[in-house]
């Protein structure tokens, strides 16, 4: 039985805003404007979740698709505070680029008036800033194709081999595709 998707998405998005020494270090305006608009966020979240939950082949939550409301955060953040959630959270003792906190659970009934929470994405500028270079793109696309891959982590995907990280790279190229032209994402390493 295949489930009604509703047509519309709303997306509740709570938008924590960049540490004020990452911003004053920013000589790039439309990275500026990235950390400081979350009009921008929730317009492309809300569009990358419409696009995995109507597609019937991906891997999407049954309750993400049934909805009409989603909520979630997002927080752009330094090397310091993302280490110490990698800490506390995955007892790594060690920066990363993003970390993605799922909170779904299928088996919660919610009357159709609530909004669905999927969970949290935290994203350090300072790694996003270092791989943008290392990997010859702009910043702005490497913070966009952070936040993508922390959102497929919130729908359930995961990358356990080879196989499914390529998928799951693959699919990211496509939704950035959505907001932009971005280069290939090939060179990507399998530590995500």
Not at 15 to 27: A, H, M, N, T
Not at 91 to 102: A, I, M, R, Y
Request: glycine fraction near 4%; include cysteine.
């Amino acid at each position: 039985m295949e489930s009604l998707i509703p047509d519309s998405l709303e997306l509740d998005l709570t938008f924590g805003y960049s540490p004020q020494k990452i911003l004053l270090e920013l000589r790039n305006d439309s990275v500026f404007f990235l950390l400081n608009t979350p009009e921008f966020w929730t317009n492309s979240l809300r569009v990358w979740i419409d696009s995995v939950r109507k597609d019937m082949s991906l891997k999407c939550p049954e309750i993400v698709r049934r909805t009409s409301c989603i909520s979630m955060g997002l927080k752009f953040t330094d090397d310091l505070y993302i280490s110490e959630l990698n800490s506390v959270w995955r007892n790594k003792k060690e920066k990363t680029d993003v970390l993605s906190f799922p909170v779904l659970d299928e088996t919660i009934v919610l009357p159709e008036s609530k909004c669905v929470e999927i969970g949290d994405i935290f994203v350090s500028v300072t790694t996003a800033e270092k791989q943008a270079i290392e990997r010859n793109h702009g910043l702005d696309v490497e913070l966009q194709w952070l936040v993508s891959h922390g959102l497929l982590h919130l729908l359930g995907w995961d990358h356990p081999n080879s196989a499914s990280l390529k998928e799951m790279l693959s699919y990211q190229e496509y939704l950035l595709s959505i907001n932009c032209n971005v280069q290939s994402q090939s060179d990507y390493p399998d530590d995500h």
